[in-house]
């Protein structure tokens, strides 16, 4: 079974920055995808960012700029630096794990990104 742990949520002030890390362990297949994305209260749950274990990426537009995604094979771990936080950053951010040959997905349990003043 698969767990993922995230870390380094917090509150910041808008224009601060953050990094979230997730460690992923169990048995974990390759090739995958590894990613975050959130969600901000009465929202649906978004992509922010996703990298594939060939180093890929996809970000969402309201972050390009602003968030760099990064991961460590050899840990099973990726992270999220966050900068120049907006607001609208205010979510509840999810780590997430697909493998890519049976489609499976595997989720954190989330940590919490405020952006207020």
């Known amino acids: 079974q698969v767990q993922l742990v995230e870390s380094g949520g917090g509150l910041v002030q808008p224009g601060g920055s953050l990094r979230l890390s997730c460690a992923a362990s169990?048995?974990?297949?390759?090739?995958?995808?590894m990613g975050w994305y959130r969600q901000a209260p009465g929202k649906q749950r978004e992509l922010v960012a996703i990298?594939?274990?060939?180093?890929?990426?996809n970000y969402a537009d309201s972050v390009k700029g602003r968030f760099t995604i990064s991961r460590d094979n050899a840990k099973n771990a990726v992270y999220l630096q966050m900068n120049s936080l907006k607001p609208e950053d205010t979510a509840v951010y999810y780590c997430?794990?697909?493998?890519?040959?049976?489609?499976?997905?595997?989720w954190g349990k989330g940590t919490l990104v405020t952006v207020s003043s």
């Open positions: 997430n794990l697909r493998v890519t040959s049976s489609g499976m997905n595997h």
């Open positions: 990298m594939t274990s060939g180093g890929s990426t």
């Open positions: 169990g048995i974990i297949f390759s090739p995958n995808v």
